[in-house]
């Protein structure tokens, strides 16, 4: 099979501005002095606290749980005091109990962490391990990975796809994580190729990223099952559906999951984080974060889990020019937030600024039926129907249009000569939609 320059059908070319971080090694962000850890930060139930104000605790120490499946545990990423159980909102917007610690500077690790051998695991003890770990996808959507691993028995996984694609502009955290810390990839891939049975994996890595392709192909020299994918730079590339049809040329049904086409898709770095799991005993307290945009000093960092974002600008040298949008994740699929002290999460690769004078507000104007925003869908979907729709409350001519097949992308939003509000009127069809179908 050739394994080069693999893409899919839509989608668009758009600006990378990669190069700000790109060649910036990580840097280790100095541990803050108060975290905000929020109990809800993957898809499905939140998690319940363990501790109580004035509790001690210590790093990788299990501060939250919750006995659903779809959820997963979340961990303390400093030693200190609990200050305050309070609530708070995530970048994602969701409403969430948070555990306010006081950071100690002792950085006094829990005594469990340990390394451990895969020949010791049994596959339901890695599954049962990633929940306790705290594991999530941390390309973004945040599902839980010993949920993502526990297919139905009827859904046989033969391919597992890492995504090393990191489509989205200004983002380099997983660029960096790949070259910085390849050889506990491979390891990671190796630990879920066993959670899954399965005997093949692919890394897809977008040609934007020569380096990051030579030392994984260098790392991976000698092993058979698995193998570098090259993929054309094409955003959304790193979208899951899209980057299954690129390697394997399956197409998942509208409505349908990876698995129904034999493939799980994790994110590179949700693949470290599994190997530091299971090999190394360590929960998911820290990630690789890029800061980038109009700050002085962009930089990749690792950052604790619950860090406010205003010490990640400060590490970066604070605002470069009057500070406009303050987005967490990138500038196509990102959330613009209103408080720097929001922490990050688990699913935050990145930090955006925008200045005021960069940001346009552009008029919308009357659609010109080019077509364009059909072209560049990669769910291969009619946005300016679906919008037009959306834009009249109709929102069950949007689900007659598959409108929850959207990935929201914003593709067909950055494409459009109008500047129509595409994506974003499709975000509130599908939001309506999903609440009128839980209702019946
Ligand atoms: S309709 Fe959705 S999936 Fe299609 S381009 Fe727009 S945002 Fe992306
Ligand atoms: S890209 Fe914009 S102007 Fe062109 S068809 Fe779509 S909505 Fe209309």
Redesign the pocket.
Known sequence: MDLGKLTFKGGASIPEFKELTSKNPVEVLKSPKIVYIPLHQHSGSPCEPLVNVGDVVKIGQKIGSSNAFVSSSIHSSVSGVVKEISTIYTPTGIKSKCVVIENDGMDEMIESIKERSLEYYKREEIISTLKEMGIVGMGGASFPTHVKFSPPEDKKIDILIINGAECEPYITADHRLMLENTKDIVSGIKVAMKALNTEKAYIGIEDNKPDAIEAMKKELAGEKNIEVAILKTKY?QGDEKRIIDAITNRKVPLGGLPMDVGCVVSNVATIKAINDAILKGKPLYERIVTVTGSVNNPKNLLVRIGTPIEDLIEACGGFKGKPGKIIIGGPMMGIAQFDLKTPIVKGSNGVLVQALDEIKNEEVLPCIKCGK?ID????R?E?LF?SSYSLKDNYSKCDELNAL?????????YICPAKRP??ES?KIAKREITAKRKKS
């Open positions: 959304p925003c560049v869908c990669p769910s979907l946005p679906i097949a959207c990935v929201e992308c914003g593709a067909c939003s595409l994506a499709i």
